[in-house]
Nanobody, 120 residues
Framework: QVQLVESGGGLVQAGGSLRLSCTAS????????MGWYRQAQGNQRESVAI??????NYADSVMGRFTISRDNAKNTVYLQMNSLKPEDTAVYYC???????????????WGQGTQVTVSS
């Protein structure tokens, strides 16, 4: 069984910064991608940033403000969020696409979500 545990959400004023962390644990052979998604109230879940073994991708709305990084030894992904705006307010979810065993198909896993609220 695989678990993703997030931390680092909270309340911050516009222009401030937060750092989210997510650690994957359990039966893991290889993690292919890790990323962050968010869902604002009344909206669909959207991709924020994804990191693979070859690079990272960002949503246009966070480019230049957010930075995703990954510590493979710790199965952990981080999201440094700077210059936060009220429109960044959402529940942020960690995602991992991984293999639980050598040769097994990749499976998709989600964290429980962490609230980020940016006040104006």
């Amino acid at each position: 069984q695989v678990q993703l545990v997030e931390s680092g959400g909270g309340l911050v004023q516009a222009g401030g910064s937060l750092r989210l962390s997510c650690t994957a644990s359990g039966t893991i052979f290889r993690i292919n991608t890790m990323g962050w998604y968010r869902q604002a109230q009344g909206n669909q879940r959207e991709s924020v940033a994804i990191v693979t073994h070859s690079g990272s991708n960002y949503a246009d709305s966070v480019m230049g403000r957010f930075t995703i990084s990954r510590d493979n030894a710790k199965n952990t992904v981080y999201l440094q969020m700077n210059s936060l705006k009220p429109e960044d307010t959402a529940v942020y979810y960690c995602n991992a696409v991984l293999e639980v065993d050598n040769g097994s198909p990749s499976t998709n896993h989600w964290g429980q979500g962490t609230q980020v609220t940016v006040s104006s």
